[in-house]
C-alpha cells in the first residue's frame, strides 16, 4: 500500500498519489508556485501543521498558497453585517479523509456566490453555513458538496415529514365545515333559500372528500390495512365511523334531507386526531432535536498515537489499547482513561456548564470538552464505546422498547374496537325496529364517540415527559420501562456509591522489606483500573510496563522483570493477620504467588447527601439495603451511620446477582445503584440498574439510566418521578374507560348526535394531554 505524497496516510491503490481530493489540491497549488523543490516541500509542511493542528486558518497563512484566489471571501462574513436576510444550513460532510479534505471544502464553498461563512470542523464533520436564501438554496450546497466528491448528511431535523401545509389545508376544511353545517342545520329554525343549502351541502361532501386525500391519508391508509387484517387498533374505528358518516350523508342528500348531513363530522374527527398525532410528534422531535444537538457535537474521528506523530482516524478503527490525544477546546470523542489530568466541561452531556477536575486514570466518557491543555486518553479494555453514543442509542431506543410494554392502549384498543363494533350493530339491528334513520344515526355516534385516540396517547406521551423530568433532575434513563415500576428495595454498592470514591490510604505495613520498584509495580498494576481503590493506588508511584495483566475478580496481577506479582483483597492470601487498628478501614494485600509484601490500609469519605436520601426512602416505605464486596467491619460501620439495618459484606459479583433474585422471589421490586464492574451483573438482573455518575463504561451499557452529575441528589427525585408515572398512567386509562363508557350510553340513548362526538372525543384527549405534561410537577 503506498502513501499520500503529502500527508503520508496510506492510500489504496497503488496508481493513487493522493489520499483525498484535498492533498490533491494542496499538491496543484504548491506544485505551481516558482521556488525549488526544498521551498515547496516548507511551504506543504507549514500547512499541514497547520491543518493536522487543528487550528483555525488566518488570513495572513493562507496567503502563501493562494495562487489562484482561494482567499477572496474569506472574511467575508464580517465585511457583510449589513446584509440582515440571511439563513444558516447545519449538516454533516461524509468522506473526508483528512484536515486537507476540509479546507478544500470550505474554500470552494466560500467561493460560491451567496455564501457568506463557512464553518467545517474536520474532527467533528460538522459544517455550518451561513448564506442568502434569495441567491442560493440547501440542494445547491449540496450538490456542489457531492461534485467535490463527498456526501452531506443534512436530514438532522425530526419531524420533517409532517406537512404542515396539509394539515392547515386540513383544519381549513373542517373550520370551514362547521360553518357551512350550522348554515344548513339553521334551516330548521330561520329562511335558508333551498339554492345556498343546497351550494352548502355540496361544499360539505367536497371537503369531507377532500380532507381524507389532502390531510389524513396516513390515517385512512392504516385503517383500512387494519381491517383487511382484522387488526383492529384506533385508525380501524376512525376509519369505520368516518366513512359510515359520509356514506350516509350522501344518502340523505340524494333524498334533499339536509338536515341530517353529517359530513362535518369527517374532517373535524380526522384533524383532531391528526393533532394528536402532531402533539406527540411535537415531543418525540423535541428530545430528537437535543440528542441530535448532542451527536453533532461529538468528533468523528480520533487524533490516533502512533509512536511519536498523530494520525486522525476513523472512530470505527480504534481498538482497545489504543492511545489517542485531545486538544483544547475540543470535545472527547470515546470513551477512555486519562493518561494526563486535566479539566472538563461535560455540557454537552448534562446542559451545565460545570468545570470538573479529573485526574490521570479515572475514566471519562465521550463528550467533555477538554478546558486545559491537550490531555491523552486510552481506550480501556473491552469493546470500544462513547458515552454520547450510548446515550443517544439508548434514548431513542428507549421509547422504541416502551412501546412494546407502553402499547398497553394497542392492547385495549384490540379488544375495544371489536366491542364497540358489536355494541354498534346490535344498536344499529334495535333501532331498525323503529326506524331506519334513528337506526343508522345512534350506531355511527357509537363509532364515533367510542374512538380509542386516548388510548394511543396514554402512556407514551407519560413516558416522554418522565424521561424529560429524569434529565433534569440529573439522570439520563436509558430503558424507559422502568420509570413504571416503584421499587420496594433499593440495593447500594458501597464504594464509589454511597462513598465519594475517592479512599485515602491511613497506613501501609510492609510484611517483606520494600524493593525500590514496589511502589512501582502497585501503581502499574492497578492503573487503568476504573474503581477508586485502584485510582487511589495507582498514584503511590510511577508507572511502569507490567506484561501480561490480567483482571480478576478481587485481583489483578501481572509480570515484572520476568517475576509475578498480585493484589487484591484479604482472600488472596489467607494466611495474614490483619492488625486490629484496621478494623474499619478497607484492606488491600500486595506480594507475589508465594507471600504477602504488604497491607495497605485506606478509608473513604460517606457522600454528604446520603444520609438524607436514606431518610426519605424509609418515609417512602422503600427498605435501604447495602451489598457490598468490601470487609464485613466496614461495610457494618457505614450501615450503623446511615441507619441501615440490612447489610451484607464479601459479595463477589455473582453473590450480588444471587441476592437481588432472592429479594425479586418474595415479590420485591428492585433498584440497584452501583458503579464497579462487578455490579453490572447484578443491575442487569435488577428491576432497575442505575449507574453512577464516575462508573465504568461497562456498568454503563448494562443499567437501566445513569447519573450525569458527580452525586446522587436527584434519586429521590427519581422515585418521585415514578410514582407520578404509575400515577398519570393508571389515570389515563381510568379517564379514557369512563370516558368511552359514558359516551357510549349517551350514544345509544340519542342524547349525543355525531357533531358532539367527535367534540367529546376531542375534549377527552385533550385531557389525557394535561393530565400527562402535568405529571412531573409534584416532584420537581
Not at 243 to 257: E, H, K, N, P
Request: charged letters at 20%; a neutral charge.
Amino acid at each position: 500500500m503506498s502513501k499520500c505524497i503529502v500527508c503520508g496516510r496510506p492510500v489504496t491503490g497503488d496508481h493513487h498519489q493522493y489520499c483525498c481530493h484535498g492533498c490533491q489540491a494542496i499538491a496543484m497549488i504548491v506544485d505551481s508556485m516558482h521556488m525549488d523543490e526544498n521551498a515547496k516541500i516548507n511551504h506543504t509542511q507549514k500547512l499541514l501543521k497547520q491543518l493536522f493542528g487543528g487550528n483555525n486558518f488566518e488570513k495572513a497563512e493562507l496567503s502563501m498558497i493562494d495562487t489562484f484566489n482561494l482567499q477572496t471571501q474569506f472574511q467575508s462574513f464580517k465585511n457583510n453585517d449589513h446584509k440582515t436576510n440571511l439563513d444558516q444550513y447545519e449538516f454533516q460532510v461524509a468522506g473526508m479523509v483528512c484536515p486537507a479534505c476540509s479546507w478544500l471544502i470550505h474554500h470552494l464553498l466560500i467561493k460560491k456566490n451567496g455564501i457568506m461563512d463557512v464553518n467545517l470542523n474536520f474532527i467533528s464533520e460538522r459544517c455550518l453555513v451561513t448564506y442568502d436564501p434569495m441567491v442560493i438554496g440547501k440542494d445547491s450546497i449540496d450538490n456542489y458538496i457531492v461534485q467535490m466528491g463527498y456526501q452531506t448528511l443534512s436530514n438532522i431535523s425530526p419531524g420533517k415529514d409532517f406537512n404542515y401545509l396539509r394539515f392547515g389545508a386540513g383544519w381549513f376544511l373542517a373550520l370551514n365545515s362547521m360553518m357551512l353545517a350550522f348554515l344548513v342545520y339553521s334551516a330548521e329554525v330561520m329562511k335558508i333559500p333551498y339554492e345556498l343549502q343546497l351550494l352548502c351541502s355540496f361544499l360539505l361532501l367536497l371537503f369531507a372528500t377532500l380532507t381524507p386525500m389532502v390531510a389524513a391519508s396516513q390515517i385512512y391508509k392504516a385503517g383500512w390495512f387494519q381491517l383487511k387484517t382484522f387488526n383492529f387498533k384506533m385508525e380501524a374505528l376512525i376509519v369505520l365511523s368516518t366513512f359510515t358518516a359520509w356514506l350516509y350523508s350522501i344518502f340523505s342528500l340524494i333524498r334533499g334531507d339536509f338536515a341530517h348531513l353529517y359530513f362535518e363530522v369527517v374532517p373535524l374527527l380526522l384533524m383532531i386526531t391528526e393533532t394528536g398525532n402532531m402533539i406527540t410528534g411535537l415531543f418525540y422531535k423535541r428530545l430528537y432535536q437535543r440528542l441530535t444537538v448532542m451527536r453533532l457535537s461529538i468528533p468523528k474521528k480520533v487524533r490516533l498515537k502512533r509512536e511519536e506523530t498523530y494520525d486522525f482516524v476513523e472512530i470505527k478503527e480504534v481498538k482497545s489499547g489504543d492511545v489517542f490525544a485531545v486538544q483544547s477546546g475540543e470535545v472527547i470523542p470515546l470513551d477512555g482513561i486519562l493518561l494526563i489530568d486535566g479539566e472538563f466541561d461535560f455540557s454537552v452531556i448534562t446542559g451545565e456548564s460545570n468545570n470538573v477536575l479529573l485526574k490521570a486514570g479515572q475514566f471519562i466518557g465521550s463528550g467533555g470538552k477538554v478546558l486545559t491543555n491537550p490531555v491523552e486518553l486510552i481506550v480501556p479494555p473491552g469493546e470500544v464505546s462513547s458515552k454520547v453514543d450510548t446515550i443517544i442509542e439508548s434514548t431513542m431506543s428507549a421509547f422504541n422498547s416502551k412501546k412494546k410494554v407502553a402499547l398497553w392502549g394497542d392492547k385495549i384498543s384490540s379488544y375495544f374496537v371489536p366491542l364497540v363494533l358489536a355494541i354498534s350493530f346490535i344498536t344499529f339491528f334495535y333501532f331498525l325496529q323503529t326506524d331506519l334513520f334513528t337506526a343508522i344515526t345512534r350506531s355511527m355516534t357509537v363509532l364515533i364517540i367510542a374512538c380509542p385516540c386516548a388510548f394511543g396517547i396514554a402512556e407514551p406521551l407519560v413516558m416522554v415527559f418522565a424521561t424529560e423530568w429524569a434529565f433534569e433532575a440529573g439522570i439520563q434513563i436509558f430503558n424507559g420501562n422502568a420509570l413504571r415500576m416503584i421499587p420496594s428495595i433499593i440495593v447500594f454498592d458501597k464504594t464509589g456509591t454511597l462513598t465519594v470514591g475517592k479512599p485515602v490510604i491511613q497506613k501501609m505495613i510492609w510484611l517483606e522489606k520494600p524493593a525500590d520498584q514496589y511502589l512501582d509495580i502497585i501503581s502499574s498494576l492497578e492503573y487503568g483500573v476504573d474503581h477508586p481503590v485502584a485510582q487511589t493506588l495507582s498514584e503511590v508511584g510511577q508507572i511502569i510496563k507490567i506484561d501480561n495483566k490480567k483482571i480478576k475478580a478481587g485481583q489483578i496481577e501481572g509480570e515484572y522483570d520476568g517475576k509475578y506479582y498480585q493484589i487484591g483483597k484479604e482472600s488472596l492470601y489467607p494466611q495474614v493477620v490483619i492488625p486490629p487498628e484496621f478494623s474499619d478501614s478497607s484492606i488491600v494485600l500486595f506480594g507475589d504467588y508465594d507471600k504477602c509484601y504488604a497491607i495497605i490500609a485506606l478509608e473513604d469519605k460517606i457522600r454528604d447527601e446520603v444520609k438524607d436520601i436514606i431518610n426519605q426512602f424509609k418515609n417512602y416505605k422503600i427498605q435501604p439495603h447495602i451489598c457490598s464486596g468490601d470487609r464485613l467491619s466496614v461495610v457494618a460501620k457505614v450501615s450503623k451511620i446511615l441507619g441501615v439495618t440490612d447489610y451484607l459484606a464479601h459479595m463477589s459479583p455473582l453473590d450480588k446477582v444471587q441476592y437481588i433474585k432472592r429479594l425479586q422471589d418474595r415479590k420485591a421490586k428492585v433498584l440497584m445503584v452501583g458503579d464497579g464492574v462487578n455490579d453490572s451483573q447484578a443491575m442487569m438482573s435488577a428491576d432497575f440498574g442505575l449507574c453512577v455518575f464516575h462508573g465504568q463504561a461497562m456498568t454503563k451499557l448494562s443499567a437501566d439510566g445513569v447519573f450525569l452529575t458527580n452525586h446522587i441528589k436527584g434519586l429521590p427525585q427519581l422515585i418521585g418521578i415514578m410514582k407520578a408515572v404509575r400515577k398519570k398512567i393508571i389515570l389515563n386509562y381510568s379517564w379514557a374507560l369512563l370516558y368511552n363508557f359514558i359516551g357510549i350510553i349517551f350514544a345509544i340513548t340519542g342524547v349525543l348526535k355525531p357533531s358532539y362526538g367527535a367534540l367529546a372525543m376531542a375534549l377527552s384527549n385533550g385531557f389525557v394531554i394535561f393530565n400527562s405534561s402535568r405529571s412531573g410537577r409534584d416532584v420537581r
